[in-house]
């Protein structure tokens, strides 16, 4: 039944996504939780402190310099808005506040903090069992290989094995500064201005 306004009656919009965002967030930040806790680790030693920060950073938006242009030449810029990629964003933002305000922070805190970091854990466990020496880093590799996969970059067209490279530059070339600096903002800041932000 409507109202007078012309909307339907029922759920906010949010509740009526909150069983996706759940998926979502299980997806991408259960298993980092369950890892940090079984472990008893703290965020620290996944690089998020203070020093190099400004390497890791500068690092990481060098990195991220192929795939913007990447982005700008095949005119797949869409203007800047974080996690306008996920299919979520714009149902929830358009939501009345307060609700758009919290599924916005959920989106961030999964598809921002918690993909960033879930590279960073994954790739930090691969190396325990490898202990990469020199440039070539066995779970930067495989963490890239991982993102293209699961973002569907396949086939044996030129576009799609140039975006499989710059997202390659971009995921290898992220976690190897996190190794060398001992810093991870670079790499969720990727998540936020780079990765479904563009």
Known sequence: MGTREGKTNGPPPVVAVLPVLLIQF???????L????????????????????????AGCILVSIPTVVFLFATNEMHGFLPFQGM??????????????????????????FGEGL??????????????????????????????????G?????FMTLLEALVTFVLMYG??????????????ILIFFVVWNAL
């Open 34 to 57: 369950i890892v940090l806790l079984k472990n008893r680790e703290k965020l620290s030693v996944y690089g998020l402190v203070r020093y190099h920060a400004g390497q890791s950073l």
């Open 153 to 157: 970059m396949f086939g044996f067209d």
């Open 26 to 32: 299980g997806m991408s930040c259960l298993g980092i």
């Open 87 to 112: 299919f979520l964003t714009k149902e929830i933002l358009n939501a009345s506040v307060p609700f758009n305000v919290f599924g916005y922070m959920v989106i961030a805190l999964t598809w921002g």
């Open 174 to 187: 992220s976690l190897v500064i996190w190794q060398r600096t001992e810093n991870a903002w670079g790499n």
């Open 118 to 151: 879930f590279y960073i854990v994954l790739a930090d466990k691969i190396n325990l069992l490898y202990n990469p020496v020199g440039f070539f880093n066995q779970g930067a590799f495989l963490c890239a290989i991982i993102s293209i996969a699961i973002h």
